[in-house]
């Protein structure tokens, strides 16, 4: 009895033993899981506030010298029983997670969601960063001011709405500056809109709307005249500059309101010559043997009164050696002694031709029994065929290469 009492102790107690081992290994098991996080394969040490705040200003000093400021990219705490591999450059990627490992859940304080978070990369800000309009601070030299408006065409009602929106930094005559605005509506001159005057400023704010009525078959022949004017102390007006756009380029719509701005120009105040003068820039590309003319107005032309007018274009002409090479055309306007155009064309000449080549630019008028009449031309070129204004403004396109050189010229009537 007392052997059998023994061997029931020692069974016993092997039992126990494994009932014991067999419970703190289900423990220990249990307890690795959860805290399995701390078998990452780069483990990342969980810092402090202060921790994070030194390492991300050291972070900043290393960027500085390759790239600028950036913005740390932080992981919460509640994504930390992920699985992150580091990566080169210090990107990192995101692993498939354990389905066994959930996140801890529960409120957490905001200083222990920072502290016991970590960065794991930088987000640059420079490039989310919007355009910056420099409409506003970039003037070219020798500007007289620039002006900003809005346009806006209503086809049901055939109204076209202005909005004068603002002017800056006008050069005044004098010290002291009350600017307003005067409206056209060309080829009309006769009427106009004005806007209110503005005292003792040279960057008025005027928010101010205008209505001229236009069918819409002609509005695309119209052109719109800011004329930017100064009273003085005696209310006399002084012309500072002006502004002209043509209609016909935009795509004038309701649902489509234009917000422009554009420098104010200095009106020619000489007189037309006897046939009318015409505007035009001149441009070459050296590097794509490129000749560009840009036809901005005419003024002062005689039109034909005894022929019914239709139209009246510019035809520009490329020669060499006083030979034919090619020719382009404006739309036509209706008969006025004022067009503005506005129109670009573009030649291919090389550099070796420019000194035997030249641009002839003739002012013509149409009528309805469809004959053309010349209302007057101008030459430009080198000194093998021009002299004076039209060889200067050809000797500046060249000296100044991918520039747009602008100038008035005399119309002569010579064929």
């Known amino acids: 009895e007392q052997a059998v009492a023994v061997a029931g102790g020692i069974i016993g ?3 126990l033993f494994v009932l014991l081992g067999t419970t703190a290994y289900l423990l220990l098991k249990k307890f690795c899981r959860l805290f399995s996080y701390e078998k990452l ?15 991300q200003a050291n972070s900043e000093t290393h960027l500085k010298s390759t790239r600028s400021r950036s913005v740390p990219f932080i992981i919460p705490p509640t994504l930390h029983g992920r699985d992150w591999i580091h990566l080169t450059n210090e990107e990192q990627v995101q692993q498939d997670r354990d389905p066994c490992m959930t996140p801890q859940s529960g409120p957490r304080s905001s200083f222990h969601s920072l502290a016991g978070a970590y960065v794991v990369g930088t987000i640059n800000p420079d490039l989310y960063k919007f355009p910056e309009d420099k409409s506003e601070t970039d003037f070219p030299d020798g500007s007289i001011g620039r002006l900003w408006f809005s346009i806006e065409y209503e086809q049901e009602s055939e109204r076209l709405l202005v909005s004068l929106i603002k002017v800056r930094k006008l050069q005044p005559p004098a010290d002291s500056c009350s600017p307003f605005v005067k ?9 106009y809109l004005q806007s209110k005057t503005k005292r003792k400023t040279l960057n008025p704010q005027f928010d101010e709307n205008f209505v001229f009525q236009v069918s819409s078959k002609m509005l695309l022949q119209r052109t719109l005249k800011f004329l930017v004017y ?21 795509a004038l719509t309701e649902d489509n309101k234009l917000v ?14 006897e046939h009318g003068d015409i505007q035009f820039s001149l441009s070459y590309n050296d590097y794509l043997g490129r000749l560009t003319v840009v036809v901005l107005r005419a003024r002062g ?17 490329l020669m060499n050696h006083n030979k034919f090479i090619k020719s382009k055309k404006t739309a036509a306007l209706l008969g006025t002694p004022n067009p ?19 641009l002839s630019l003739s002012v013509l008028q149409s009528n309805k029994r469809e004959k053309t009449l010349l209302l007057g031309r101008v030459v430009v070129g080198p000194f093998m065929y ?13 000296s100044k290469p991918k520039e747009l050189v602008k100038r008035w010229h005399a119309l002569c009537h010579s064929t």
Request: proline share 5%; charged share 30%.
């Open 183 to 191: 409206i056209y509506l060309l080829p009309d001159e006769r009427s």
């Open 301 to 317: 032309l005689k039109l034909q009164e005894e022929s019914p007018a239709v139209g009246v274009y510019v035809k520009v002409s």
């Open 13 to 15: 107690g092997i039992l």
């Open 41 to 55: 394969i780069n483990p990342v040490k969980t810092t402090n506030a202060n921790a994070i705040f030194q390492d």
């Open 260 to 273: 422009i701005w554009r420098d104010l120009e200095k009106e020619n105040l000489e007189p037309p010559s």
């Open 340 to 358: 503005v155009y506005n129109e670009t064309f573009s030649f291919k000449a090389d550099q070796t031709e420019l000194d035997t080549a030249s």
């Open 230 to 250: 100064h009273v003085d102390k005696q209310k006399k007006h002084h012309l500072l500059g002006q502004v002209i756009f043509p209609l016909k380029n935009e």
């Open 386 to 398: 021009t002299r004076g204004r039209e060889l200067e403004h050809w000797n500046e396109m060249i």
